[in-house]
């Protein structure tokens, strides 16, 4: 069955360092990867993609994302946390084929930023 | 409109009853997803569209759930008979539909309560 997986529930990092938020997946061939970030009563917003080419994808508010297809992983990373980064993110994966170009979700990782 | 727009922002009814959720898409947008977001469980994919092709209903978990897409524009999520396990943020999504294209954007969703 194909599937996204986000260890950890909660990541907790103090402000001014760096942070990352795990994410591997488990789909055939090469599909598309998607960060996704969730502010408190409102919808997902886009934060950053990977389709093809150099594995390190940089996307909003200064996140980056490394795609590493021998571990199938998609980490979501951040040189320096910020407590305005605290929020719910989401992996996602568009597999290729199939007929349909759903996205399939993570459960969410919490991202908690202290001052 | 600028965003995709759901409504009620929220709902809250009585065990048994029917609910109905909108989804206003992003004008042009061919593609339309229905996904749940329920606590711990990530986001459920339910349903989706793609212009006039039939719909991809494999998300649906039950046949109390169904969905509608109007002149291939505004949806409707319908609920019957709702049952406790119902409640859920139930979020809306819009693409462009075009080869190449992956910009789903989300609205901000509709927290339903069954009580």
């Known amino acids: 069955a194909q599937s996204v997986a986000q260890p950890e529930d909660q990541v907790n990092v103090a402000e001014g360092n760096p942070l990352t938020v795990k994410c591997t997946y488990s789909?055939?061939?090469?599909?598309?990867l998607f960060w996704y970030v969730q502010y408190p009563n409102r919808g997902l917003q886009f934060l950053l993609k990977?389709?093809?080419?150099?594995?390190l994808v940089k996307g909003s508010y200064g996140f980056e994302a490394e795609f590493n297809k021998s571990q199938t992983s998609f980490h979501l990373k951040k040189p320096s946390a910020l407590v305005s980064d605290s929020a719910l993110y989401f992996c996602?994966?568009?597999?290729?084929?199939?007929?349909?170009?759903?996205?399939?979700f993570g459960t969410g990782t919490r991202l908690q930023v202290f001052p | 409109g600028a965003g995709v727009s759901q409504s009620p922002s929220n709902k809250v009814t009585e065990k048994g009853k029917d609910v109905e959720l909108r989804c206003d898409p992003i004008?042009?947008?061919?593609?339309l997803y229905w996904y749940r977001q329920s606590l711990g469980q990530g986001l459920e994919f339910l349903i989706y569209?793609?212009?006039?092709?039939?719909?991809?209903k494999s998300g649906l978990p039950s046949d109390r759930f169904s969905a509608e897409r109007t002149g291939g524009s505004v949806s409707t999520l319908t609920i019957q008979r709702t049952q406790q396990e119902d409640s859920a943020v139930y979020l809306c999504?819009?693409?462009?539909?075009?080869?190449?294209?992956?910009?789903?954007?989300f609205g901000s969703g509709t927290r339903l309560t069954v009580v």
């Open positions: 999504a819009s693409r462009p539909g075009g080869q190449g294209d992956y910009g789903y954007t």
């Open positions: 569209f793609q212009g006039n092709s039939a719909p991809d």
């Open positions: 004008s042009g947008h061919t593609a």
């Open positions: 996602a994966v568009r597999p290729l084929g199939g007929g349909t170009d759903k996205l399939i």
């Open positions: 990977y389709i093809t080419g150099d594995n």
């Open positions: 789909v055939s061939g090469n599909p598309y």
